[in-house]
């Protein structure tokens, strides 16, 4: 990766991934793509930002050649939760992007990563250990359209050499901006309301497993298989990655280690405990360590302990 635009820079992952990548490549060569969200201060000054629309491919077409890009992080996507509301604009604005960022950089032969997700997996799919390659009937819009996102990403490496890559992250916990719309939501939101009140009520049930990942290894886990050599990859479209599963009584149990007295009730949403239920409880990521050497470094444990620490002085001053 040299010179890299990146869509939806204000979004959870986006806002990390900004400043992650303009700390080991040059600042000027990363490039912040958002569209009503604002970004925060230390992205728009610490190098390049264009506002556009990821689904008007000639704007877009426009900073891909004004920047000379070569890479494309398309961190668009309406989540699995909020896209069952309004499911045709769901499936508009993730296939959109992806499809104009596919064929923009088929123009120009350059290259794309693309975030699928254990939502890409559905409830005919093998719940533990889920193989690299299996059944994938999705149930969620969100799903459908990150299935159709893999095939494309493959169907234009394939056929004209894009070189696409590209991981099926879990649930993604982070301390910076708030995801919106996920069934995932719970296992960062339960760390700023155990910060703020002492207790949380949970939307999914005990019991649900689920892979979720710590975001300072999302974050590697994009470099790494990015800048992996092409010819170890059998894989490209997407490669399971996790760091660890859990259930919310777990998370609830690691909390407790820092602050006995965190209290967690039950009020399940329909809604995206059947999303949830559809997910797989742990994949399997062997493919990712075996093509490219994928390693977790953060745990439920480590990841807690840096949570609760960050954002109780964030928080609490
Ligand atoms: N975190 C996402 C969601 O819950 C899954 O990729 O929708």
Known sequence: MKNILILGAAGQIGSELVPYLRKIYNPSSVVAAYRSTPLTDEIMQ????????????EKMYAVVK????????????????????????????NMDSMLNTLEIMKEVKGAVFTPSSIGAFGPT????????????????????????????????HIKFGVDTRGLRYPGIIS???LPGGGTTDYAVEIYYEAVKNHR?????????????????????????????????????NCFNVSAMSFDPEMIAAAIRVHMPDFKMEYQVDPVKQAIANSWPNSMDHSAAQEEWGWKPEYDLKSMTADMLNILSKRLLG
């Open 200 to 236: 949380y009520t949970c939307n999914l049930g005990a019991g649900t497993f689920l892979d979720m990942m710590y975001m300072p290894d999302a974050l590697r886990a994009l470099v790494e298989l990015m800048e992996a050599d092409p010819s170890k990859l059998k894989h490209r």
């Open 175 to 177: 301390n910076v901006t």
């Open 125 to 156: 799919t093998p719940m533990d250990n889920t193989p690299q390659d299996t059944l994938m009937r999705p149930t969620t819009v969100y799903g459908i359209s990150k299935v159709a996102a893999e095939l494309l990403g493959d169907y234009y």
């Open 66 to 93: 004004k920047y000379n890009i070569d890479t494309i992080i398309n961190l668009v996507a309406v989540l699995s939760a909020k896209g069952e509301a309004n499911p045709p604009l769901a499936w508009k604005i």
């Open 46 to 57: 610490g190098g390049p930002c264009e506002k556009m629309d990821a689904m008007e491919a």
